[in-house]
């Protein structure tokens, strides 16, 4: 009778002392940055950082979802801002009511990330080549529908407060806390929800973990692996609005770059490139981490390009512990 071994787990493989190390280091971040300079732990400051924070905190938490399938999705970026475009198209030239017109730019998101689904679960395109194309058709579109040209906000005055209002200082006068924070952690909640307490969650960490395995067993993988980029679209289109807000204005250059910065802070929160592993909380300290980083390094006068490199530093380590423990597993 063969008996069935199980590797004994460590601390280090658990998802929870992930999160703690990234926590740990967040925490580590603030407190150097708080030595180092006396304007860094003011509120005005914390602020500015979890107000930098939102639109690629909410990015990261569509791309968490695509990543823990094992896949990527390089076109989040650019969706965002052709999400932005085509709400101002809406409520600019269409003069459709402003709920109507962020719904639509919201629904842009998702349809951008069904097409990219498809591409990937029925045509079989790697999910690299099938985002890339997306990002550039998305790009383009931008420009195209703009004229190349910004979409001013100036006749809807209400647009603006989607983000830069304040729910928290008409609730305590003298409390100004910018909506999109408050529209950022109440997305993580709902996307922690979602990857924990619901179906699609469940078949996400199994698709990572085997895909082949998954399929069977039964589960109409192309069909979830559809709703998860579909997802990670809509979370998109809602960071389109976020910045199109805090702008006031759909920039249609603007976008490219960004994808990077939200996979950067998945893989610094803890989630695993080979898919299987990761959670809402980990992506969360990750894009904390990345702004906390970014907003230490500029009050410390560092020049820009130094910034860049350490960034990628940061990316690289966290890429390296995935990786050992992995190896230890």
Do not use: H
Not at 24 to 38: D, E, N, T, Y
Not at 138 to 164: C, E, H, Q, R, W
Not at 185 to 208: D, M, Q, V
């Amino acid at each position: 009778m063969k008996t069935l071994l199980i590797p004994k787990t460590t601390a280090f493989q658990t998802g929870a002392t992930q999160k703690l190390l990234a926590f740990a280091s967040l925490i580590l971040l603030v407190v150097i940055f708080s030595l180092s300079s006396s304007n860094f732990f003011q509120f005005d400051n914390l602020v500015g950082i979890m107000l930098s924070t939102a639109v690629i905190g909410v990015l990261a938490l569509g791309s968490t979802f695509v990543i823990i399938t094992g896949g990527i999705d390089l076109a989040v970026g650019t969706v965002m801002t052709f999400s932005a475009v085509m709400a101002g198209v809406m409520i600019t030239l269409w003069q459709l009511p402003m709920p109507l017109g962020i719904a639509g730019g919201i629904v842009t998101g998702a349809l951008c990330g069904l097409i990219s689904g498809l591409a990937v679960a029925k045509m079989n395109i790697p999910p690299f080549i099938a985002t890339l194309a997306m990002m550039m058709i998305t790009k383009g579109l931008s420009l195209v529908i703009s004229g190349a040209k910004p979409i001013y906000f100036n006749d809807t005055p209400g647009f603006g407060k989607i983000s830069m209002g304040s729910v928290i200082n008409s609730i305590i006068p003298g409390l100004e806390i910018p909506n999109a924070i408050i529209i950022f952690l109440g997305a993580a909640i709902i996307a922690s929800i979602i990857l924990t307490k619901t179906i699609i969650g469940r078949y996400n960490f199994a698709l990572g973990s085997n895909e082949e395995a998954t399929r069977l067993s039964g589960v109409n993988v192309n069909f979830w692996k559809i709703a998860i980029y579909t997802l990670t679209g809509v979370f998109s289109g809602i960071a389109g609005i976020m910045i199109a807000s805090r702008l006031n204005s759909a920039q249609p250059a603007l976008g490219q770059g960004y994808e990077l910065e939200a996979i950067a802070a998945v893989v610094i929160g803890g989630t695993s490139l080979s898919g299987g592993k990761g959670s809402i909380l980990g992506t969360v300290i990750g894009a904390l981490i990345m702004s906390v980083l970014t907003n230490g390094l500029r009050i410390l006068s560092v020049k820009q390009e130094w910034q860049t490199v350490i960034v990628g530093l940061v990316v690289i380590l966290a890429v390296y512990a995935d990786i050992l423990r992995r190896r230890k597993k």
